[in-house]
Each structure stands twice: as structure tokens, then as C-alpha cells.
């Protein structure tokens, strides 16, 4: 079956350090993944996402590449800020539209 | 630019009492899910609908009803509560079957407490 593991938490971090968050998956056909991200007290919000094998997602600053071959989509960014701490959520979707979530990594960046 | 609509945003409840949280979104999406999430748990789904009309069962689906009586919107019914439902339940929305590149939309969430 379908599965998302991503590394455990909590991280943290100084400002303007390199993040790197783990995400792994077990899938299926050709599933689409995506990087959730959840502020305090509020929703999952997309981060970005990427649709097929060495795509690569951007977005403020965050990247991931999608690797087929070591079914990997880790989540980087060069330089942290304190306002990207939050958690962090790794998801692939299916072609019938499920969606499996890893179980979430909570950053905090310290000034 | 509304997107995915939760009320209440806070409840407290005594155990056995029944009540109905609402999800309406407004993006014309076919299907509808409810979540939750608890502490190193993650997000677990519960229910989901895939059209107006249609309900399923997610992974932990006891003690929870749904209805999808009108596309836009998503109820979840806890008949009688219990306190090991007391968590964060998020609704979200996505566009419609195989297009597996569309993403979830959430809301922000409804903090459940079971007393």
C-alpha cells in the first residue's frame, strides 16, 4: 500500500542555517507529492508540490526534488528565518485521489 | 476568497453529548474529506465523499457519521461523544478524481474537547 516516513522531529535550528527535512515513500504507480505546512493554530497550507520523477518544487525559498529511483522527496532550504518555524508535512496523492500523510516535523528557528 | 470553511473553531463537550461540525467550501470541488490529528500522529482521515451525495469510510471511522446533502458542504457527527475523540479535526477539499496532482485545501481547524 501507499505510505509517506518522514524523519522525527522536533528540529531546530539558528537563523540562516540549511534545513533538509527526510521524506520517503512507498506508492504504487505514479503518485504527485507535496510539503504541507501548519503554523500554530491553524490548517495545513501547500507548501509545493511536484507531479512526476525530477520534477522539482519550489516555493519561498524551499525546494524538493522528486526522486524516483530512491523514492525520496526531502524538503530544503538554504537559510532559515525564525518565522519558517512551524510543522512540516510530506503527502503523496494517488491517481483515485487518496491522499497518505507522514506524520509531521515540527521546526523551530531559533534568532 | 473564503476557500474551506470550519465552524465552531472551538468546542468543549461532556462525554455522551452529540454535536455536528460543519465544513462548506467554495471552490466547486467533488471531494470532501475530514481529518484528525493528534500528537505524533499526524493527520488520520476519517471519513470522505467523493460527490455530492456519496460518503466512505477512512481509516478511523468509529463513532463518526457524514452526510454530503449539498456539494459544497461536509458534515461530521459525533452521536455520542467519547473522550478519546477529543482532538483537532481539519476538513479539506481537492478536485476531482484522477487528477492526483491537485492538492488538498484545509481549513483551520476545530478544536474538540470530550470532558
Known amino acids: 500500500g501507499n505510505s509517506v516516513t518522514q524523519m522525527e522531529g522536533p528540529v531546530t535550528l539558528s537563523e540562516e542555517a540549511f534545513l533538509t527535512i527526510n521524506c520517503t515513500y512507498t506508492?504504487?504507480?505514479?503518485?504527485?507529492l507535496f510539503w504541507y505546512v501548519q503554523y500554530p493554530g491553524e490548517g495545513l497550507q501547500l507548501l509545493l508540490k511536484a507531479t512526476k520523477a525530477d520534477d522539482k518544487g519550489s516555493n519561498k525559498g524551499f525546494e524538493a526534488t522528486y526522486r524516483k529511483e530512491t523514492t525520496s522527496f526531502h524538503l530544503e532550504k538554504g537559510s532559515v528565518q525564525v518565522s519558517d518555524s512551524a510543522v512540516y508535512f510530506c503527502?503523496?496523492?494517488?491517481?483515485?485521489?487518496?491522499?497518505?500523510f507522514g506524520t509531521g516535523t515540527s521546526l523551530t528557528v531559533i534568532p | 476568497n473564503a476557500g474551506v470553511t470550519q465552524t465552531p473553531k472551538f468546542r468543549v463537550l461532556k462525554t455522551g453529548q452529540s454535536m455536528t461540525l460543519l465544513c462548506a467550501q467554495d471552490?466547486?470541488?467533488?471531494?470532501m474529506y475530514w481529518y484528525r490529528q493528534d500528537p505524533g500522529m499526524g493527520l488520520r482521515l476519517i471519513h470522505y465523499?467523493?460527490?455530492?451525495?456519496?460518503?466512505a469510510k477512512g481509516e478511523v471511522p468509529d463513532g463518526y457519521n457524514v452526510s454530503r446533502l449539498k456539494k459544497q458542504n461536509f458534515l461530521l457527527g459525533l452521536e455520542s461523544a467519547a473522550p478519546s475523540q477529543t482532538s483537532v479535526y481539519f476538513c479539506?477539499?481537492?478536485?476531482?478524481?484522477?487528477?492526483?496532482?491537485?492538492?488538498?485545501?484545509f481549513g483551520d481547524g476545530t478544536r474538540l474537547s470530550i470532558l
Open positions: 465523499s467523493v460527490g455530492e451525495g456519496t460518503t
Open positions: 471552490m466547486n470541488h467533488e471531494y
Open positions: 479539506a477539499s481537492s478536485y476531482s478524481r484522477g487528477y492526483s496532482n491537485q492538492p488538498q485545501h
Open positions: 503527502a503523496l496523492s494517488d491517481t483515485g485521489n487518496q491522499f497518505y
Open positions: 506508492a504504487t504507480g505514479y503518485p504527485s
